[in-house]
């Protein structure tokens, strides 16, 4: 994997989408070793398909695909992007969802896109961010940058932004699929997937946040960036896969018993099968069998370390012969660990 640099610079990430007639319609970011996320309605765009239309295009090649405002050879570069997950959008308005997830086809080994630093936006509140798009109200087709105050939280889990008057450009559709980077913080705490329609009063927009990104595409997320994102009283001390079992030890920053009902709690939030637990704080589950992949076991032993607690967890295929699928239980450890951490965040409420 690329190392996430100790300070990352948004500009080595970004990703700029064209249609066939080469106009921008989009941007989106790099999370992962050439792995890209943006909007699926950006996508619907780029491939010539109506804005709304739901059907996933997964393995179709998007060409036109640059990072506009990388340094070295990716300056001078255009490559394609394969879909490889999908979240459609909203059929009427905007909601949860319209997520696409892409992986750049680099014919040079060397090259790769380093992947964003990922952060929790509730700490974001009420803060000027920072985004890049094509803004065509005054048309600017090399780019232009506009700030927007993150303000909170509305329905369907996506957080409004609100129009910063002082911004020489202002939000609108060009940015969607953008990342939301606070430069204080070095990070981006989410994705915009609703813009004002140009010459629009409304001066909100809408974001997916950082958990969404990971809800939807954990194997896309390296583990380094999860620490940034789940809460703030989980440390990912270590994780491993290798074939199709992976392990993690994780610390929480709770006593054992509390440890040991968020993570039962975890467990149910997920739609996992509860295999037993006991007294000596050791929880066994199984994962749902999924179509094309088989069912995991998950094993989780919590014990304590000094204030807090710490959790063993090993997962593991149920059939012993399953080797194809390799990312499969890195990504229910990911998956356990947003959903713990949501767990955290309630009993916080």
């Given at each position: 994997?690329?190392?996430?640099r100790?300070?990352?610079?948004?500009t080595?990430s970004?990703?700029k989408f064209?249609?066939?007639?080469e106009?921008p319609?989009?941007?989106?970011?790099?999370?992962?070793?050439n792995l890209v996320?943006t909007?699926?309605?950006?996508?619907?765009?780029a491939i010539a398909?109506?804005?709304e239309?739901q059907?996933?295009?997964?393995?179709?090649r998007?060409?036109?695909?640059?990072l506009?405002?990388s340094d070295g050879?990716w300056?001078?570069?255009k490559?394609t992007a394969?879909?490889i997950?999908?979240?459609?959008p909203?059929?009427?308005?905007?909601?949860?969802g319209?997520i696409?997830?892409?992986?750049?086809?680099?014919?040079?080994?060397t090259?790769s896109?380093?992947?964003v630093?990922?952060?929790n936006?509730?700490?974001?509140?009420?803060?000027?961010?920072?985004l890049?798009?094509?803004?065509?109200d005054p048309p600017?087709p090399?780019?232009?940058?506009?700030q927007?105050?993150l303000?909170n939280?509305?329905g369907?889990?996506l957080?409004?932004?609100?129009r910063?008057?002082?911004?020489?450009?202002q939000?609108?559709?060009?940015?969607?699929g953008?990342p939301l980077?606070h430069?204080?913080?070095r990070?981006?705490?989410?994705?915009l997937?609703?813009?004002?329609?140009?010459?629009?009063?409304?001066?909100?927009?809408?974001?997916?946040?950082s958990?969404?990104?990971?809800?939807?595409w954990?194997?896309?997320?390296?583990?380094?960036?999860?620490g940034?994102v789940?809460?703030p009283?989980?440390?990912?001390v270590q994780?491993?896969s290798?074939?199709?079992?992976?392990?993690a030890v994780t610390t929480?920053r709770?006593?054992?018993?509390?440890s040991?009902?968020?993570c039962?709690?975890?467990?149910?939030?997920?739609?996992?099968?509860?295999?037993g637990?006991d007294?000596?704080?050791t929880?066994?589950?199984q994962?749902?069998w999924?179509w094309?992949?088989?069912?995991?076991r998950?094993?989780?032993a919590?014990?304590?370390?000094?204030?807090f607690?710490?959790?063993?967890?090993?997962?593991?295929?149920?059939v012993?012969t399953t080797i194809y699928?390799?990312?499969?239980?890195?990504?229910?450890?990911?998956r356990?660990?947003?959903a713990l951490?949501?767990e955290l965040e309630?009993l916080?409420?």
């Amino acid at each position: 994997m690329a190392d996430i640099r100790d300070e990352p610079d948004i500009t080595d990430s970004i990703v700029k989408f064209e249609d066939n007639q080469e106009r921008p319609v989009g941007v989106g970011f790099a999370v992962g070793e050439n792995l890209v996320v943006t909007c699926a309605h950006v996508v619907n765009l780029a491939i010539a398909r109506p804005i709304e239309e739901q059907s996933s295009p997964a393995g179709t090649r998007l060409s036109g695909v640059s990072l506009p405002l990388s340094d070295g050879p990716w300056r001078t570069i255009k490559t394609t992007a394969e879909v490889i997950a999908w979240s459609p959008p909203a059929r009427v308005g905007f909601g949860p969802g319209d997520i696409a997830c892409l992986r750049l086809i680099v014919e040079d080994a060397t090259l790769s896109v380093p992947p964003v630093r990922l952060a929790n936006p509730e700490t974001s509140r009420g803060e000027l961010l920072d985004l890049f798009g094509y803004p065509v109200d005054p048309p600017r087709p090399q780019g232009a940058w506009a700030q927007a105050r993150l303000l909170n939280k509305v329905g369907g889990g996506l957080w409004q932004l609100d129009r910063e008057l002082q911004s020489a450009h202002q939000i609108q559709p060009g940015y969607s699929g953008g990342p939301l980077w606070h430069r204080a913080r070095r990070s981006v705490v989410g994705m915009l997937v609703v813009a004002p329609r140009t010459g629009s009063p409304s001066g909100d927009s809408y974001a997916i946040s950082s958990e969404a990104l990971l809800h939807m595409w954990p194997k896309a997320i390296d583990a380094s960036n999860l620490g940034n994102v789940i809460h703030p009283d989980i440390t990912v001390v270590q994780l491993n896969s290798r074939r199709g079992r992976a392990t993690a030890v994780t610390t929480i920053r709770r006593p054992p018993q509390a440890s040991f009902a968020a993570c039962s709690r975890a467990i149910s939030r997920l739609g996992w099968k509860l295999r037993g637990s006991d007294d000596s704080l050791t929880l066994s589950a199984q994962t749902r069998w999924e179509w094309g992949s088989a069912a995991v076991r998950v094993d989780i032993a919590i014990s304590r370390e000094r204030d807090f607690s710490r959790l063993n967890i090993d997962l593991r295929p149920i059939v012993k012969t399953t080797i194809y699928d390799f990312g499969l239980a890195k990504s229910h450890v990911l998956r356990f660990l947003v959903a713990l951490g949501d767990e955290l965040e309630s009993l916080d409420q």
